[in-house]
């Protein structure tokens, strides 16, 4: 079974730039997390779907963070315009429909985003 | 106060040494209690899950949960170099997928080396 893929794994820009990052989870997955990792520290949630729709962004600034997921697989984060604290390891996480897997998720190796 | 707390380290053994990892958490709601293992340049896998309190053991690991004292440890036996990387344990209120309650919180993790 293929890994949740994750593009580009390194991404280097200047504050006030713009940048994507782009995750495919593992296949039939519905469930798809962001988490933003800053070094040092754990995994922070900054968004979950569900399918097509959002259940948890409450943690997303949502003033330069956005997401979507189209269709339901393919996820994409933007942040727009970049912080130097927005230096970190953004990862992509996936889990099955299954209704009681929400703590079974596959994490896939991250892109680590260094702002100039 | 931060949800969970984790000594960061880092923790540095030789091979074949018991190893103690230890998270506080603050929030009693938190009923599901899972420890991840990071290793350098790679996402996050889930290593053990408990629900609420008591003992699982899964090899050389075992994982232990103590509400009462809001407290959890995961217990590595005979420690290898391949046990070398980032420790994160992570709970969450619920276990349901496409809910908020399944956030999961993670600790800042804990570095640990096994030298032979």
């Known amino acids: 079974e293929a890994g949740v893929a994750q593009s580009p794994r390194y991404k280097i820009i200047e504050k006030r730039q713009s940048v994507a990052f782009w995750c495919n989870p593992i296949?039939?997955?519905?469930?798809l997390y962001w988490y933003q990792q800053i070094l040092g520290q754990g995994p922070k949630l900054l968004i979950q779907?569900?399918?097509?729709?959002?259940?948890?962004d409450s943690q997303l600034p949502k003033d330069r963070f956005s997401a979507e997921r189209l269709k339901g697989v393919d996820s994409t984060l933007k942040i727009q315009p970049a912080k130097l604290e927005d230096s970190a390891v953004y990862l992509c996480?996936?889990?099955?429909?299954?209704?009681?897997?929400?703590?079974?998720?596959?994490f896939g190796p991250g892109t680590r985003l260094t702002v100039l | 106060q931060k949800e969970v707390e984790q000594d960061p380290g880092p923790l540095s053994v030789p091979e074949g040494a018991i190893v103690s990892l230890n998270c506080t958490y603050s929030?009693?709601?938190?009923?599901?209690f899972m420890w991840y293992r990071q290793y350098s340049r790679k996402g996050p896998e889930l290593l053990m899950y408990?629900?609420?309190?008591g003992n699982k053991e899964d090899g050389r690991f075992t994982a232990q949960v103590d509400k009462s004292s809001k407290y959890i440890s995961l217990f590595i036996r005979d420690s290898q170099p391949s046990d070398s990387a980032t420790y994160l344990c992570?709970?969450?209120?619920?276990?349901?997928?496409?809910?908020?309650?399944?956030?999961?919180?993670f600790g800042r993790g804990t570095q640990l080396t096994v030298w032979p």
């Open positions: 996480a996936s889990s099955p429909q299954t209704r009681y897997t929400a703590d079974t998720q596959y």
């Open positions: 296949s039939g997955h519905a469930t």
């Open positions: 779907f569900q399918n097509n729709g959002v259940v948890d």
């Open positions: 929030n009693s709601a938190f009923q599901y």
């Open positions: 408990t629900y609420s309190s």
């Open positions: 992570a709970m969450s209120a619920s276990v349901l997928a496409g809910s908020t309650l399944g956030r999961l919180y």
